[in-house]
């Protein structure tokens, strides 16, 4: 009968409604007449929730898929006849007689027999889903509590053998937490043993600090069994401290200072209240003062005012200091100091005067001439010269010394802010020293592994008066984000020189550690870097911005914790947009442009319109179309760069393109000719007025030679206002915005971190080390 009636509804359906062929098709799968409903696996997760009658030989077999029945268990009492509704085929009703029904498999029921099907095969990654979905839905289910602690148990062991003993651990405590009851003296056993092993992997990695704090965690939640593994690794620990600590001594005694001060704190991290530990730090810091940073990015050039390398622009200010150095952001552009005195810009703005006061300055910083200032500022407008620098030649039309600490720069028209133009390394040349030598008090040691060292110069140590400064300033890479964190709360570091918002967020929590953002972002966007035919091409460039979802690769990057972080948007253009509207630093920032959105569709169709205008010249030009090569993306050596670009890439993929990922060596961040199409830079473009050019600009990262785009720096570097400056700018962002001569991304606002212990670091610092020579160590 349940055969006659699913039939002749089949056949009514196909004759009222369009499209019956596929619409029966669908229908068909919901029922049949024989044999049993196909094996879903994990496509059953895909389904709304369903239950399967299955009939008796006796009416004609064959089986169901209906919608939920009201009662989710097989009646006492199964008499008269059942009605319900076949899927495909709500909301008509069907019925049969009990006598027909053979048996009943309700939906709850397969999914904790897919689970403990799959947890038997030890299918624990297949289990998860199906286990998750009864948790959430079903939660009173009896012998779901059972359910999911075999699959702890089981998965926990299965890890434990594959050598992932965190995992296992994890499991076993979660297991432990959940039903205490469940194989306890297995569970206990199990957790004892994980915990010695998982131990001995943290020491043999030296992650003590890590295995101190989880050994008190454990101590304390299983003080009740007694574990004898506990026991056992205390009494290892501390023998262990001890040794770490007479051997900080011995490297004391040997005035092998940094080997000692290694060894104390990992005698600490050991056991924290090991006797006379904290003395031994505090001894080992006043006999040979040293900070010691983390980064995530190691430095292998050095220059405070370079664009793309964040490195660079932090090591850089340890050795060295600038002509003009940007101290903040005032109403009208940057807060440019003049590093041998005063500087004061006339009314009409067509006279900078430089007014020398070397009296307060240390050595070598004290000895300049004022002749060879005056010739360094003309060789920066003379094309021979190697300082030579296109805006500052534009702007500048006279160089006058008058008197013996007065030079007066005449200006050929008026100029909003002229000290933007004058960021020079001053380096040792300048006193008659070598050229690339130290003018800051720090130089650079040696690099070994994962260490950069920078000592006090001779002239430093000698002006020593404060037995506090740092003697030696060590950056220590670290692989990612994670790793630094945790080493800078152990002690291990003193500083982290860039911390990510989510990672500030927890921080802030530790009353030992200090978090301060900076004052600046930084704007990260992808250079184009080679002459691959389509990365040329306009459509093509917005088919690629169109093909990324940069919100959410943001919002990934940010982390749950750091979601929402002041400052932290998706741009539009390649200028910074401010950490607010208010803030000064957006002046270059239309806020009426929206970043283009995330649209796979239309990235695919201007990928295909820029295929087709590339055939067609080619075909004018009777020459061979070029080929759509896959996409070399390169990025730096550093964590968050590393997702981002995979992550960029897998969302190309998508839209049919193949990516190729480039690494960079540490410290770098350009690829060399021909490695890479693409290139993934965080800028510091904290002067659009300036940097506008070494961004864009024919010899700028870009390297553009749009004819547009150039007339519009043109007119930039021509303003006379403020005014002008800011339409000129906003012209250059509408402009880039659809030209893009570079793909903008985001902003990113960071933050640093250090210890309390380290004095005179600064709150509202534009670099890690701009008060270097003020740091002092608490002892």
């Excluded at 929730?49 to 169901?64: C, E, K, N, R, V």
């Excluded at 397969?110 to 199906?130: K, M, N």
């Excluded at 240390?362 to 003379?382: C, M, S, T, Y």
């Amino acid at each position: 009968m349940i055969r006659t009636l699913l039939l002749l509804a089949i056949l009514l359906a196909g004759c009222l409604i369009p499209g019956v062929e596929q619409s029966a098709q669908a229908q068909i799968q919901s029922y049949s007449r024989q044999g049993k409903p196909p094996e879903l696996g994990l496509d059953l997760l895909r389904q709304d929730p369903y239950d399967l009658i299955f009939f008796t030989p006796q009416s004609g077999g064959g089986w169901a898929m209906v919608t939920p029945l009201p009662f989710r268990d097989m009646p006492s009492r199964r008499d008269g006849k059942l009605e319900f509704e076949v899927m495909g085929l709500q909301p008509k009703k069907f019925g049969a007689k009990w006598t027909e029904i053979e048996r009943i498999d309700f939906w709850e029921k397969r999914l904790e027999q897919e689970t403990s099907d799959r947890i038997a095969g030890g299918d624990f990654t297949g289990a998860f889903p199906f286990l998750s979905i009864l948790i959430r839905d079903y939660p009173t289910r009896p012998g779901l509590r059972n359910l999911r602690s075999d699959f702890l148990f089981k998965n926990a062991f299965q890890r434990a053998e594959k050598g992932e003993r965190g995992e296992a651990l994890a499991l076993l405590e979660e297991l432990h937490q959940y039903n205490p009851e469940y194989r306890q003296k297995e569970v206990i056993n199990g957790i004892s043993g994980t915990t010695s092993t998982l131990m001995r992997s943290l020491m043999e990695e030296k992650q003590y600090a890590i295995a101190q704090q989880l050994l008190v965690r454990l101590k304390k939640s299983y003080k009740a069994y007694n574990l004898e593994s506990i026991s056992r690794l205390e009494n290892e620990f501390l023998q262990l401290a001890q040794e770490k600590r007479d051997q900080a001594l011995k490297a004391l005694e040997a005035k092998d200072y940094r080997l000692a001060r290694t060894r104390a704190i990992e005698s600490i991290n050991l056991k924290p209240d090991i006797e006379g530990g904290e003395k031994l730090v505090s001894d080992i810091a006043k006999a040979y003062p040293m900070v010691r940073v983390g980064v995530l990015q190691a430095a292998r050039e050095f220059d405070p005012v370079r664009l793309d390398s964040w490195a660079a622009r932090r090591a850089g200010r340890l050795l060295y200091r600038n002509l003009f150095e940007i101290h903040g952001v005032l109403p009208e552009g940057g807060d440019y100091r003049f590093l041998f005195g005063d500087s004061e810009l006339s009314a009409d703005r067509k006279l900078l005067t430089l007014n020398l006061n070397l009296s307060k300055l240390e050595p070598p910083l004290d000895k300049l001439g004022i002749d060879f200032l005056a010739d360094q500022l003309a060789n920066r407008a003379r094309p021979e010269q190697p300082e030579y620098y296109t805006p500052w030649a534009a702007a500048v039309d006279g160089i006058a010394i008058n008197g013996p600490r007065r030079i007066d720069l005449t200006l050929r028209r008026p100029n909003v802010l002229p000290t933007c133009l004058l960021q020079l390394n001053v380096d040792g040349s300048w006193f008659g020293g070598e050229a690339g030598e130290p003018t800051n008090d720090y130089k650079l040691g040696e690099i070994k592994g994962e260490e950069t060292r920078f000592k006090l110069t001779d002239i430093a140590k000698s002006n020593l008066s404060d037995p506090s400064k740092p003697q030696e300033i060590v950056e220590i890479h670290c692989s990612n984000a994670g790793d630094a964190v945790e080493r800078l709360r152990r002690g291990d570091i003193d500083v982290l020189d860039q911390l990510f918002p989510a990672d500030a967020a927890r921080l802030r929590k530790n009353k030992d550690i200090t978090v301060v953002p900076y004052p600046l972002p930084t704007v990260h966007m992808l250079i184009p870097c080679s002459d691959h035919p389509y990365i040329a091409n306009d459509n093509f460039r917005r088919a690629l911005v169109y093909g990324m979802d940069r919100e959410n690769i943001l919002n990934m990057l940010l982390g749950k914790e750091g979601a929402g972080s002041a400052g932290c948007r998706v741009l539009s253009g390649p200028f910074p947009a401010g950490l607010d509207p208010q803030d000064p630093l957006g002046y270059a920032y239309d806020q009426d442009i929206k970043p283009h959105p995330f649209e796979p569709s239309l990235s695919r169709l201007l990928k295909q319109v820029a295929i087709n205008m590339m055939e067609e010249e080619a075909k004018r030009n009777k020459e061979t179309p070029p080929k759509l090569r896959e996409i070399r993306l390169a990025h730096p050596a550093d964590n968050m760069s590393r997702i981002a670009c995979q992550t960029i890439a897998d969302q190309w993929k998508l839209t049919g393109l193949e990516v190729e990922l480039v690494e960079l060596p540490p410290g770098k961040t350009m690829p060399d000719p021909d490695q890479a199409d693409l290139c993934y830079v965080s800028t510091a473009i904290w002067e659009p007025i300036l940097d506008a050019r070494r961004v864009l600009g024919p010899e700028g990262l870009a390297k553009c030679e749009d004819q547009l785009l150039g007339l519009g720096l043109r007119r930039l570097e021509e303003a006379l206002n403020w005014g002008e400056v800011r339409q000129r700018l906003l012209d250059l962002h509408f402009i880039s915005h659809h030209e893009l001569p570079v793909i903008p991304l985001w902003q990113m606002v960071d933050s640093y971190a250090y210890r309390k212990n380290l004095r005179g670091v600064g709150r509202n610092i534009i670099s890690l080390y701009q008060n270097a020579d003020s740091w002092r160590i608490e002892f």
